[in-house]
């Protein structure tokens, strides 16, 4: 199937970690993006990881990538106002030459002053 | 480098009217893609073009369809809307698809509103 499933609400305090899951469903997903949304905006790439790695950091994102499960996550360190946004995972293909991507469904992240 | 721009920012029609977006990719970009974005179904992709050809189609009704011209920059139109098509509609750019990383560039996006 086309899933890529994410939790659609998190809630943190400034200044703590956030931890946004993400689950897909095809094996031949070849890379895995993050994308973040703010209000009346279109998307902005976050990060990205290639399928055969396992993390990947970068400044205050770190992703990891669990490839047995299925499963991808962004934390983001030391939360700020400013990252409240909704916040995507999406995945490309092996099959075809196509950039089509699927997305999950976003998950709201609150900042809580 | 200019972004990816898209007109109109907003739109309001009625049912039954049809509707023309419009994208212009980054200068030097030749695949553009449109995603549609609406509450209840999340983003989900349209179609993809690259040098004037369709590569791939989302699962829409014949109702949706694009084009891209010569330039690069690319149309889409929805004939006869339906109130379900109020929605987001985001257009992105890329140098080429393909298997490799793929980094697509985001625009604003045409807020369809359907009366």
């Known amino acids: 199937g086309e899933d890529v499933e994410q939790s659609l609400f998190l809630s943190v305090r400034e200044g703590d970690s956030s931890v946004i899951n993400c689950t897909y469903t095809d094996s031949s997903s070849t890379y895995l993006y993050w994308y973040k949304q703010e209000p009346g905006a279109g998307l902005q790439l976050l990060t990205y990881i290639f399928s055969n790695m396992d993390m990947k950091q970068d400044q205050r994102l770190t992703v990891l990538l669990n490839k047995k499960d299925k499963h991808l996550s962004l934390r983001i360190a030391d939360t700020q106002t400013g990252d409240s946004a909704i916040y995507f995972c999406a995945e490309s293909r092996r099959s075809g030459n196509t950039g089509k991507l699927i997305f999950g469904q976003g998950t709201t992240l609150q900042v809580k002053p | 480098k200019a972004g990816v721009t898209q007109t109109p920012r907003y739109l309001i029609k009625t049912r039954g009217q049809q509707v023309t977006l419009s994208c212009s990719p980054i200068s030097g970009h030749r695949s553009v893609s449109w995603y549609q974005q609406t509450p209840g179904q999340g983003l989900q992709f349209l179609f993809e073009y690259f040098s004037e050809t369709q590569r791939n189609k989302g699962n829409f009704p014949g109702r949706f369809s694009g084009r891209q011209f010569s330039n690069s920059r690319s149309e889409m139109n929805v004939s006869t809307l339906e109130l379900g098509d109020s929605a987001l509609y985001l257009c992105?750019?890329?140098?080429?698809?393909?298997?490799?990383?793929?980094?697509?560039?985001f625009g604003p996006g045409t807020r369809l509103t359907v009366l």
């Open positions: 992105a750019s890329s140098s080429i698809p393909g298997q490799g990383y793929n980094e697509q560039f």
